[in-house]
């Protein structure tokens, strides 16, 4: 008699257990985007910024949908109607000075990117994915370009 009420307790604590880790793992994850953009021109006249979209927004508004192999429009959406009017903008400093690397632009780049990070960890956000892409050459004559970084956060 004893061996079946600790084997029917032992059960009653898995079922719990398990039900308990299912309830947890059934909150969705929340995501948010934090975009780096530092000019690459060799000019050092470009513009470099660490951007962080203060709107929530809902993509099924802004979509149109193929239903008859036509191409897909929605003119509702057009222009002025597709912005976001609340984001955070730090100013970085632009890779080269002139012509050359600039290394104190790119270490006070990287303190800014870092100090960025940990106030989105402060806030309770995790960093899962880093992403980047550059435009550096477009053909002769071109001394302008861009890296694009994108940190993903979730929590």
Same mark, same amino acid.
């Given at each position: 008699?004893?061996?079946?009420?600790?084997?029917?307790? =032992? @059960?009653?604590?898995?079922?719990?257990?398990?039900? %308990? *880790? *299912?309830? !947890?793992?059934? %909150?969705?994850?929340?995501? #948010?985007?934090?975009?780096? $953009?530092?000019?690459? &021109?060799?000019?050092?006249?470009?513009?470099?910024?660490?951007i962080d979209s203060q709107t929530e927004v809902d993509d099924s508004e802004y979509a149109s949908f193929k239903t008859d192999g036509? +191409?897909? #429009?929605?003119?509702?959406?057009?222009?002025?109607?597709?912005?976001? !009017?609340?984001?955070?903008?730090?100013? @970085?400093?632009?890779?080269? !000075?002139?012509?050359?690397? %600039?290394?104190?632009? $790119? %270490?006070?780049?990287?303190?800014?990117?870092? &100090?960025?990070?940990? &106030?989105? $960890? +402060?806030e309770g956000w995790n960093l899962v994915y880093v992403t980047s892409a550059v435009e550096s050459d477009a053909g002769d004559g !071109?001394?302008?370009? =861009? @890296? =694009?970084?994108?940190?993903?956060?979730?929590?």
């Amino acid at each position: 008699m004893k061996s079946h009420l600790s084997y029917f307790a =032992i @059960l009653f604590f898995l079922s719990t257990y398990t039900y %308990a *880790q *299912q309830a !947890d793992n059934s %909150a969705k994850p929340e995501f #948010k985007i934090v975009t780096i $953009v530092e000019s690459i &021109s060799l000019r050092g006249n470009g513009e470099s910024r660490i951007i962080d979209s203060q709107t929530e927004v809902d993509d099924s508004e802004y979509a149109s949908f193929k239903t008859d192999g036509s +191409k897909a #429009k929605n003119r509702a959406l057009e222009g002025k109607h597709i912005k976001i !009017d609340k984001l955070e903008e730090i100013k @970085l400093r632009n890779i080269f !000075d002139g012509f050359e690397v %600039a290394p104190k632009n $790119v %270490a006070f780049n990287d303190a800014m990117t870092s &100090s960025k990070i940990n &106030s989105m $960890v +402060k806030e309770g956000w995790n960093l899962v994915y880093v992403t980047s892409a550059v435009e550096s050459d477009a053909g002769d004559g !071109d001394l302008n370009g =861009i @890296l =694009i970084t994108r940190l993903f956060f979730s929590k």
